[in-house]
């Protein structure tokens, strides 16, 4: 049996194999015998960690989620502390984006276990929605921040914009994996949304001009 220190490593190399094959043959080519080979392990070191294919599904999934949390919190470093809001929310955004492998692998897996979820209520109960919905309250406490120091419109609600953010971050990621859309028109959206997020002020300005504008013509 590995040595207590080696346990978290054993885990996070066996989730790895799982997200690979998933990422490469679709989550329905995982089996307990699959992931084992694929990670160079033993079956019985693979059932030893995850007692059956769902457990691995639920732990493979933490682990990606863990992984996603971490390349968010990179993409902030050398920022201060706290960061600006919109540069969290910037940071999720575009690392929400399948644009590069790890993010792609992320993104498609993640559509996957949603599938799944649809079916399987333990995989829905326990990590698949509850880890959304810990994002999205990251998402929601991090707009409340920006309304409090006034980077927000007043009116604006925190919790339904993380809700819109996280549906645009999936709809895009989609978009993406299937072609319909570029990486580069993927971020312009993005960050179109931002600018009339957080820059109220502007629109504002804008909305103003637009009304003088059309008062001196119809006069």
Known sequence: MPRTTDHAVRRAQ???ALVRIAGREGLHAVTMRSVAAEAGVSLRLVQYYFQNKEHLLIGALRHLERQSHHRWAQRLAGLPDPPPPRAVVEAFLIEALPTDEPSRVFHLVGTSYAVLAMTDPQ???????RGVDRLEQQLADTLTRARTTGLL????DPALEASRLIALANGLGTSLLVGQRTPEVATAVLHYHLDRLFDHDGRAAVTENRKSGSSGHTS
Do not use: G, K, S
């Open 123 to 129: 995989v829905a109960e326990q990590p698949f929605i």
């Open 14 to 16: 066996i989730a790895d």
């Open 153 to 156: 419109a007043p009116d604006a």
